[in-house]
T-cell receptor, first 112, second 115 residues
C-alpha cells in the first residue's frame, strides 16, 4: 500500500524551512528519500533504517519514528536548488529485498 | 563513471505494437527495477530482479515483460496488451541482492507515447 505524503505542495521563499511527512499503514523497515527535478531522474537524499535514526545531509535531515510508521524530511534555510518533487520510498516489515513503495510526492517550490 | 543508461530517451508506439526499453548498468549491482511514472504521481513498480535469470512482478506488471540474461542489462518490453502505455519509465539498480541499506540509482528515463 502506497505511503501518504503531506503536504502535497509547499511554496517557500529562500531561507525558509519546510517539513515533509511520509506515513505508512504498515510497519516499516526502511524509508528512502529522493528528490526529482522536472523531467529528470530521482536523486537519492538519504535512507532511514528501523531504529528511530535521524540522519542529516547539509541542511537537509530526516527522522524515522517506527512506532508511528512515519518519517519526516526537514529542509532548513531553503535554497533555490531545493525546488523539485520529493518522494519517500518505504520498505515494510523485516525484509531486505530493497523493494520500495513510493508516495505520491510533495512538490516544493522555492522563490527568491 | 559508473551509472545507468536508458535508451531511447523518447519512444513512440503504434497500436498493436510491442516496444522494448533498454536499461544497462555498469555499477556491478545485483538488483534492478523498472518503474512507471504518470504526471503528478509517484513511481509505481513494474518488475524487479535481484539476480540474473530471476525476476518478480511488481504492483503493475500486466502488459509488460522483462528478461535478465546478464547482470548489466534489464530490458522492459511494453506489449500491445498494455492499453495505456503513455508514461515516463525509470530504471533503477542497487547493490547486493537489493539490500535496503543501499540507495537506488536511477537512469534518466524513457518517455513513451502512443502515435
Amino acid at each position: 500500500q502506497q505511503p501518504v505524503q503531506s503536504p502535497q505542495a509547499v511554496i517557500l521563499r529562500e531561507g525558509e524551512d519546510a517539513v515533509i511527512n511520509c506515513s505508512s499503514s504498515k510497519a516499516l523497515y526502511s524509508v528512502h528519500w529522493y528528490r526529482q527535478k522536472h523531467g529528470e531522474a530521482p536523486v537519492f537524499l538519504m535512507i532511514l533504517l528501523k531504529g528511530g535514526e535521524q540522519k542529516g545531509h547539509e541542511k537537509i535531515s530526516a527522522s524515522f519514528n517506527e512506532k508511528k510508521q512515519q518519517s519526516s524530511l526537514y529542509l532548513t534555510a531553503s535554497q533555490l536548488s531545493y525546488s523539485g518533487t520529493y518522494f519517500c520510498g518505504t520498505e515494510p516489515g523485516g525484509t531486505s529485498y530493497g523493494k520500495l513503495t513510493f508516495g505520491q510526492g510533495t512538490i516544493l517550490t522555492v522563490h527568491p | 563513471d559508473g551509472g545507468i543508461t536508458q535508451s531511447p530517451k523518447y519512444l513512440f508506439r503504434k497500436e498493436g505494437q510491442n516496444v522494448t526499453l533498454s536499461c544497462e548498468q555498469n555499477l556491478n549491482h545485483d538488483a534492478m527495477y523498472w518503474y512507471r511514472q504518470d504526471p503528478g504521481q509517484g513511481l509505481r513498480l513494474i518488475y524487479y530482479s535481484q539476480i540474473v535469470n530471476d525476476f518478480q512482478k511488481g504492483d503493475i506488471a500486466e502488459g509488460y515483460s522483462v528478461s535478465r540474461e546478464k547482470k548489466e542489462s534489464f530490458p522492459l518490453t511494453v506489449t500491445s496488451a498494455q492499453k495505456n502505455p503513455t508514461a515516463f519509465y525509470l530504471c533503477a539498480s542497487n547493490g547486493y541482492r537489493g539490500n535496503s541499506n543501499q540507495p537506488q540509482h536511477f537512469g534518466d528515463g524513457t518517455r513513451l507515447s502512443i502515435l
